[in-house]
């Protein structure tokens, strides 16, 4: 199917040494992407690149810090001043659990700079390149959390509705230079930054029966989403949060 064909295309994958970015990395590459994957941890970066090359995929490194503005837009320059990027995933986040009325405002203000900022300073370095070249696919990892709250988490809701919001934005200023500006939503999956959570019996119990497909979801499960809004097959598709989340936002 050649609307969903990736070859020739260069993703940039931020925060996609483990977890969602690794996995969704893989999805591109498979696709026929060549991926750039991008974390602050040198050794833990070069790791899953070589990872991802035993699979046969066409990896570069690029290490920057996605909270810092001048060290993403140097990085992007840098890049771009030899190749292009085509596809940004905006991937790179963190969570910090606790009682709202306790919440440390260091706590809220690294949170916001990694979950919410970094897309901003990732995603405006990224779009300038390709503004100029008239095309462009940017997808930003929001959360189940972009439209519903639980508690202790209130801080990482309000960045994940961000998200939500600021995917719209892009989409209202960058459609009109060719770029497609989309979100995924992903529920509860099986990753490191879930890892209590997961370990919890308790909690996953109450997954299971919450969430109307009964159980987690797979890292892998989110590859199929990212290579539709990767692809010319989603051509028409801007402004959109797709929820991937086995029918937890749509269940009462």
Same mark, same amino acid.
């Given at each position: 199917?050649?609307?969903?064909?990736?070859?020739?295309?260069?993703?940039?994958?931020?925060?996609?040494?483990?977890?969602?970015?690794?996995?969704?990395?893989?999805?591109?590459?498979?696709?026929?992407?060549?991926?750039?994957?991008?974390?602050?941890?040198?050794?833990?970066?070069?790791?899953?690149?070589?990872?991802?090359?035993?699979?046969?995929?066409?990896?570069?490194?690029?290490?920057?810090?996605?909270?810092?503005?001048?060290?993403?837009?140097?990085?992007?320059?840098?890049?771009?001043?030899?190749?292009?990027?085509?596809?940004?995933?905006?991937?790179?986040?963190?969570?910090?659990?606790?009682?709202?009325?306790?919440?440390?405002?260091? +706590?809220? /203000?690294?949170?916001?700079?990694? =979950?919410?900022?970094?897309? &901003?300073?990732? *995603?405006?370095?990224? $779009?300038?390149?390709?503004?100029?070249?008239?095309?462009?696919?940017?997808?930003?990892?929001?959360?189940?959390?972009?439209?519903?709250?639980?508690?202790?988490?209130?801080?990482?809701?309000?960045?994940?509705?961000?998200?939500?919001?600021?995917?719209?934005?892009?989409?209202?200023?960058?459609?009109?230079?060719?770029?497609?500006?989309?979100?995924?939503?992903?529920?509860?999956?099986?990753?490191?930054?879930?890892?209590?959570?997961?370990?919890?019996?308790?909690?996953?119990?109450?997954?299971?029966?919450?969430?109307?497909?009964?159980?987690?979801?797979?890292?892998?499960?989110?590859?199929?989403?990212?290579?539709?809004? +990767?692809? /010319?097959?989603?051509?028409?598709? =801007?402004?959109?949060?797709? &929820?991937?989340? *086995?029918?937890?936002? $749509?269940?009462?």
């Amino acid at each position: 199917m050649p609307n969903f064909d990736l070859t020739g295309r260069v993703a940039l994958v931020t925060g996609s040494s483990k977890g969602i970015g690794f996995a969704l990395s893989q999805g591109l590459a498979e696709a026929g992407a060549r991926i750039v994957m991008n974390a602050r941890g040198l050794d833990d970066l070069e790791t899953a690149a070589e990872r991802l090359r035993g699979t046969g995929a066409q990896v570069d490194t690029l290490p920057f810090d996605v909270t810092d503005a001048q060290a993403a837009r140097d990085a992007i320059d840098g890049y771009e001043a030899d190749g292009q990027i085509d596809i940004l995933i905006n991937n790179a986040g963190m969570q910090h659990r606790g009682p709202l009325e306790e919440f440390e405002v260091d +706590a809220f /203000d690294r949170l916001m700079r990694t =979950n919410v900022n970094s897309v &901003f300073y990732v *995603g405006q370095a990224v $779009a300038r390149h390709m503004i100029g070249r008239g095309r462009g696919k940017i997808i930003n990892i929001a959360s189940v959390q972009t439209s519903l709250a639980r508690p202790g988490i209130a801080p990482y809701t309000a960045s994940k509705g961000a998200i939500g919001n600021l995917t719209k934005g892009m989409a209202t200023d960058w459609a009109k230079h060719g770029l497609n500006c989309n979100a995924i939503a992903p529920g509860y999956f099986e990753t490191p930054l879930n890892a209590a959570l997961v370990a919890d019996p308790e909690f996953s119990a109450w997954l299971a029966k919450r969430t109307p497909q009964g159980r987690w979801g797979k890292v892998e499960e989110l590859q199929g989403a990212a290579v539709f809004l +990767a692809s /010319d097959a989603a051509s028409f598709v =801007n402004g959109h949060t797709l &929820f991937v989340d *086995g029918g937890i936002t $749509a269940s009462l």
